[in-house]
């Protein structure tokens, strides 16, 4: 018998309202809530959240010698036009380049590390 059961995924960033909005265009949703905590209610009923941190130091990646904390894994149809929307939305690539491969880094604007991955 599981103790607890996951509520929600929390994102430390400095402008909740900002990162919010960012992974509502890349995953769908809308959003609740403004300043310091921002919800993200995604179209299947699961939510991401967001809270404020100020000094928000962005994980190093790839860095074996510091930690990513977590990442996130989105699943897309096409890879090509997933990777247009997030760069055009303020991601950064992170290890990108490899196009055999069926997965892609990234970073959100906040600098979390979040891989775009085929289907």
């Given at each position: 018998?599981?103790?607890?059961?996951?509520?929600?995924?929390?994102?430390?960033?400095?402008?909740?309202?900002?990162?919010?909005?960012?992974?509502?265009?890349?995953?769908?949703?809308?959003?609740?809530?403004?300043?310091?905590?921002?919800?993200?209610k995604l179209p299947d009923g699961r939510s991401l959240a967001f809270q404020a941190a100020p000094g928000l130091t962005p994980p190093a990646w790839p860095a074996p010698e510091h930690s990513q904390q977590f990442h996130l894994d989105l699943t897309v149809d096409d890879l090509d036009a997933a990777e247009r929307g997030v760069l055009a939305l303020g991601a950064k690539p992170l290890d990108a380049e490899d196009r055999s491969r069926g997965w892609r880094v990234y970073a959100d604007p906040a600098g979390h590390p979040f891989c775009l991955c085929s289907r």
């Open positions: 018998m599981a103790l607890a059961e996951l509520g929600v995924v929390v994102l430390d960033c400095p402008d909740p309202r900002a990162l919010a909005g960012f992974y509502a265009e890349v995953l769908g949703g809308s959003t609740e809530g403004d300043g310091d905590w921002v919800d993200l």
